[in-house]
């Protein structure tokens, strides 16, 4: 398997479900957990004897793959809308493993038919599923979270394409001017009859302008007292206008109708769905920025109050590494090299039966030897450390005591 999802339900459990705010993704979340756990029921402890029946083993990986699908739009959905953004990282580790699981299994069906294209219609009919559930959507933070690399490369292409435009201009204006042998110039004339020009195309556009604002006044009625016909005829204007919007309106609204009917045009719900979801989106990028700000100001913090000693720590264990490997061997060690890790496998959190397990079988290195009798030391250091910081209280306190008595005396 592409990853082993057992692990993930330490994290995925009901004390994680239950703190999920909204209710749609409280049920993705818990139908996801549930079809994982019967997944993984179904897989046998032992593995399993390679199958001679192709139909059979093709059927059982079908299967699978139809179920890891359904498992993958539900956490696909998941993580399009939690705002949580610690949340939104468990998520999205366990959204992968599951693409990786979708990608082994589509690779194992095309290696044992040979083709891309399969007949999984018998596993549609059992499952109760429709072939548009075996169509794989790209998931929405593909595009979504690179939206700020995407924009940063078009903008950086039509910068490179205005340079390479501009360049290209101006070096064959200068090639025309170089091969003619002249430098660009205007005569008086020339310049008096563009600026002629300019000027009466001014003149015109302002006398057009007149004209219009004179018709327009010379449209105006004179103000008179109104007669009878007139108020009559007026109402009857405005009766005309008014019933024709009321029927535009009302045949806008059959022809919306019928155009959400047959599905031309979205529905209210639709609408009201994507503008919550735009809303949603927005938070994540509010969450997230404040989640990282919120990193850095404690990994700062963290620095700066126990850095100091977190160092001295680290340096103290390095010491005493050196100092019990001379004591054992009579020569110091050699440093652990990048490619080994380092100072961090002077560290590393080694089980001390699987060492010993290695060092019987002779598969042991140096490192582990000295990490062996440096737990011990560390440990034995460790002790004597907390014994004398116990000693040091009770001593505190019997002066603290003596102190006390010889006032009340």
């Known amino acids: 398997m592409y990853i082993d999802f057992s692990f993930l339900f330490l994290y995925l459990g009901s004390n994680y479900v239950r ?17 994982l756990f019967k997944i993984l029921e179904e897989l046998p402890e032992e593995p399993i004897l390679p199958q001679k029946d192709r139909a059979a083993f093709f059927q059982t990986v079908a ?25 939104r990282r468990l998520v999205l580790h366990t959204l992968e493993g599951v693409m990786g699981r979708i990608l082994e299994l589509k690779n194992e069906m095309v290696d044992k038919e040979l083709c891309e294209y399969h007949y999984m219609d018998d596993v549609l009919h059992d499952l109760k599923l429709t072939p548009a559930d075996l169509e794989i959507a790209i998931p929405h933070y593909f595009l979504s979270e690179r939206s700020k690399d995407n ?8 910068n490179i394409l205005q340079t390479m435009e501009s360049t290209g201009m101006q070096k064959v204006s200068e090639t025309s001017y170089i091969r003619d042998g002249r430098v660009p110039s205007m005569s008086q004339d020339e310049a008096i009859r563009i600026i002629q020009v300019a000027e009466r195309a001014r003149q015109g556009r302002l006398r057009a302008a007149l004209n219009e604002a004179s018709r327009r ?27 024709g919007y009321v029927e535009r309106k ?41 989640y990282q700000k919120a990193v850095t100001e404690i990994a700062n913090h963290l620095l700066e109050v126990e850095g100091q000693d977190i160092a001295n720590n ?18 110091f060690p050699d440093f652990p090299d990048d490619d080994e890790g380092g100072s961090a496998i002077l560290f590393a959190e080694k089980d001390y039966e699987e060492v010993r397990h290695n060092f ?31 000693k040091k209280e009770r001593k505190r306190r019997k002066k603290t005591q003596k102190s006390l008595r010889g006032r009340m005396g």
């Open 19 to 35: 703190s999920i705010s909204q209710s749609i993704d409280h049920q993705f979340i818990n139908q996801s957990i549930q079809f």
């Open 63 to 87: 299967m699978l793959y139809v179920r890891y699908l359904q498992v993958f739009r539900q956490l696909e959905k998941v993580y399009d809308q939690v705002v949580h953004p610690q949340k």
């Open 151 to 158: 924009r940063e490369r078009t903008t950086m292409l039509r």
């Open 217 to 243: 006044l010379s449209k105006i009625p004179m103000a008179e007292e109104p007669k009878p016909s007139d108020m009559d005829r007026a109402a009857v204007r405005i009766q005309k206008f008014w019933r």
């Open 250 to 290: 009302k045949a806008k609204a059959v022809r919306i109708e019928d155009m959400t009917f047959l599905g031309m045009a979205p529905c209210e719900a639709i609408i009201t769905a994507d503008a919550n979801e735009t809303a949603i989106r927005n938070k994540q990028r509010e969450h997230e920025d404040d």
């Open 314 to 331: 680290m340096k103290e264990q390095i010491r005493q590494w050196f100092l019990e490997c001379r004591n054992l061997t009579g020569v």
């Open 360 to 390: 019987s079988q002779k598969k042991i290195c140096t490192h582990d030897v000295n990490w062996l009798f440096f737990r011990s030391y560390w440990q034995k250091w460790r002790h004597w450390k907390m014994m004398a910081k116990i």
